[in-house]
């Protein structure tokens, strides 16, 4: 056998060159092979789903059957196993079915707190082929009627909590030709509004035939989820039947079993509540612990509590968890992986060290979306991989952008231009078979405004996803920016990220929110950032001296044309949507504009150099271009 020793050696050397060359010329390589293993097991398991025309209801079904008393839902002091669960789901569509009349292709507008209700109705409507609106519960008066009437559905079923009937009672004159039911027990002497709970108590538990679903496809709605609403009114994306167990392949490459247990504190009419919480906890067999809403300060004790091993974020949740005073108990906990997305990059490293959390799986996604990243090798700041093999398997793109004209850049040949290694992009995801757009309720303008045509070749189709992206040379992938967050000045790009970013370095600075504003006879717009502190000021002086460290940090960590002009100091939280992004609109409408803010605002001048306060005296200075930037 000596004769294998020359040859095993050949052997070794060769893969020990071969090694060598993937590190120094494909670098990217190892890391892609990594990853596919993890994604293309699961990926094929979700497409045989589709093939088999499984929807998540009936994953659901399965589920049942085979662990009917392990508990699904901890709520507060209850538990819910999938079996009671089930059956409060299948009394919600016998009322569906037989008492409203609903069927296949109906909608149900559904504005309900988190409860292990909303659960089984959800479930409910799901079983006999209806559509559920979820509706944001924070949401009053014309934004409310807005979304309920965006929906185009003939019922809304409204929880009991005193404030969502107060609210539906505000708009009940222009809703009043629909039908609408409580669920849940409520003093409320509305004779309009029926009772949910008087009916399901009276029906049967009994399975429900999967007849009254059958007309269903993969393709068809199987829920509306509204936009944030950053900029304007939320728009009711469509979720449908096959994307709602789409979010199997990122639970399953993360890690998720079926021993875990996932907190989940997020709004359940946010997607990231539902459809990467819920239906992944369901669809892994594992099982969730609901909270009534986020509280950073019983977070960690909940998390004790249940024996949480997973818990779901959105990147502002880690935030203010970290605004908590630093405790012994920080990692006193069971959690092994946290799933979410919108985690800053700037705080990434720090909330996986505080809190002892090895593995984070951040991931990027559009509900209505036709790409998607995981960050599942754990790399600090990452949202997901996207190399050139991978482009085969996730066919996104990254393109470079105008910002000054707010259009992507496009070559001699009409084609959209790619972005380089390291330089931000726009990220476009192809619309094709595999990947299909489903689009938005309603108006069909929503959905043409999300197309791009002509991107790599002419009369392909692309979603945009406007989000400016980052890859390095590894092909590790990085959030930068909102295409509408990203401002021109002095010719030169500002990320809004990047500047909050370094702003939040300062230990006085809880939060803060860039934007840019325009000024008279200056081209672009000036940076400008509403401050929230963690403390008022002491007098002039001590205000003076913040402001100096302020400047001398802006000096020392951003370039010149990146550096806010105009300070805002805001007396309250910061405005924020009920899935915690910051709300800009009205901080931009109201720029710098001392007439209508009610709070400290600060400009650079430049001849001083140093901030000075805007009074009336220098708005008008500003306004008639005596002062100069």
Known sequence: MDWLIPIGGSIIGLVGVGYVLTQSVFPWLIPDIRYLSKVLPT??????????????????????????????????????????MNAEANRVARVAHDIMGLKVGDTVAYLQVNTPEYISTVFGLMKVGVCGSLINTNLRGKSLLHCITASQADILIVGSDPDLLEAVSAIYDEIANMSIYIQGSSSNKNTNFKRLDELTKNVSADDIPREWRAKKTVHDPALYIFTSGTTGLPKPAVLSVKKASA???????????????????????????TIVGVFNVVMTGATGALGRKFSKSNFFPDCRRYGVTVILYIGELCRYLLTNEESSDDKNHSIRLAIGNGLRQDIFANFRTRFGIPNIAEFYAATEGTAGFMNILNVDGACGRSSPLLERVIPAGFFKWDVGNECVKRGADGLCIPAAIDEPGLCLGPIVKEFRFDGYHGKKELTESKLIRDVRKKGDVYFNTGDLMRRDRLYNLYFCDRIGDTFRWKGENVSTTEVSNSVTELSDVIDACVYGVTVPGCDGQAGMVTLLLDRKFEDESDQRTFLHEFLDHCENSLPVYARPLFVRI????????????????????????????????????????????LNEETYTCIISRKIQF
């Open 43 to 84: 990926l094929r398991v979700y497409n045989k789903w589709g093939r088999q025309g499984l929807h998540f209801i009936d994953i659901f079904e399965t589920r049942v059957r085979e662990m009917p008393d392990k508990v699904l839902i901890m709520f507060e002091d209850r538990t819910h196993t999938y079996q009671e």
């Open 247 to 273: 979010s199997y392949l990122l639970s399953q490459c993360a890690g998720l079993r079926d021993s875990d247990v996932m907190y989940i504190t997020l709004p359940l009419y946010h997607s990231s509540a």
């Open 570 to 613: 805001a007396e309250n939280q910061l405005e924020l949507t009920s899935t915690l992004k910051q709300l800009k609109i009205n901080l931009k409408k109201e720029g710098f504009d001392i007439n209508v803010i009610n709070e400290q605002v600060f400009f650079f001048d430049r001849r001083l150099h140093e901030f000075c306060a």
